[in-house]
T-cell receptor, first 114, second 116 residues
Framework: DSGVTQTPKHLITATGQRVTLRCSPR?????VYWYQQSLDQGLQFLIQ???????AKGNILERFSAQQFPDLHSELNLSSLELGDSALYFC?????????????FGPGTRLTVT | AQTVTQSQPEMSVQEAETVTLSCTYD???????LFWYKQPPSRQMILVIR??????QNATENRFSVNFQKAAKSFSLKISDSQLGDTAMYFC?????????????FGKGTKLTVNP
């Protein structure tokens, strides 16, 4: 158990819908990263937050957005879903910045768009 | 942009034997970090080992060790005394501090099967 929690574990929804994935980092970790794992694209970095502020963006679509709340949990919002958005979405947390520090991954949310 | 290449999509090894997984990377940075992550069938991403580029000594963690060749930009993982529980996807990853972000860049992975 990495100490990072993600909910829900599985999500099945239809094209055009909107979903929210939730992540709670390890106690004391200030950085949260979101990654997408798909068969064709592999593991890709989406976005990072540090202590409530966006730190870096990767290959994140405009239909996707994220935020980190004062209690440090983070949410990834996916809207206007397409079949190609079906993937495993991971959240990872680390102590902070100035590292790199080890990133500890949550169990992931499996999103299926039908 | 940094890239990570794992040239072995699949490998297999007999239980108790030793296996080496290959990884090469491309970067112009001088200070960076390299990682191996394991993803078993449960899909959980588990950190196996990390290596700081400024350290000449190769990292070791129990049965896992790396061969870090900075000039060649090579970072292989050696698993000794392979166990059935080592069956998993293994991902090589690169990271460096860029504007306060330490995002991971992953290779495509190597699927390792340990046979009894």
């Amino acid at each position: 158990d990495s100490g990072v929690t993600q909910t829900p574990k599985h999500l099945i929804t239809a094209t055009g819908q909107r979903v929210t994935l939730r992540c709670s980092p390890r106690s004391g970790d200030l950085s949260v990263y979101w990654y997408q794992q798909s068969l064709d694209q592999g593991l890709q970095f989406l976005i990072q937050y540090y202590n409530g502020e966006e730190r870096a963006k990767g290959n994140i679509l405009e239909r996707f957005s994220a935020q980190q709340f004062p209690d440090l949990h983070s949410e990834l919002n996916l809207s206007s879903l397409e079949l190609g958005d079906s993937a495993l979405y991971f959240c990872a947390s680390s102590v902070g910045q100035g590292g790199p520090y080890e990133q500890y991954f949550g169990p992931g949310t499996r999103l299926t768009v039908t | 942009a940094q890239t990570v290449t794992q040239s072995q999509p699949e490998m297999s090894v007999q239980e108790a034997e030793t296996v080496t997984l290959s990884c090469t990377y491309d970067t112009s940075e001088s200070n960076y970090y390299l990682f191996w992550y394991k993803q078993p069938p449960s899909r959980q991403m588990i950190l196996v080992i990390r290596q700081e580029a400024y350290k000449q000594q190769n990292a070791t963690e129990n049965r896992f060790s790396v061969n870090f060749q900075k000039a060649a930009k090579s970072f292989s993982l050696k698993i000794s005394d392979s166990q059935l529980g080592d069956t998993a996807m293994y991902f090589c990853a690169f990271s460096h501090n860029q504007g306060g972000s330490e995002k991971l860049v992953f290779g495509k992975g190597t699927k390792l099967t340990v046979n009894p």
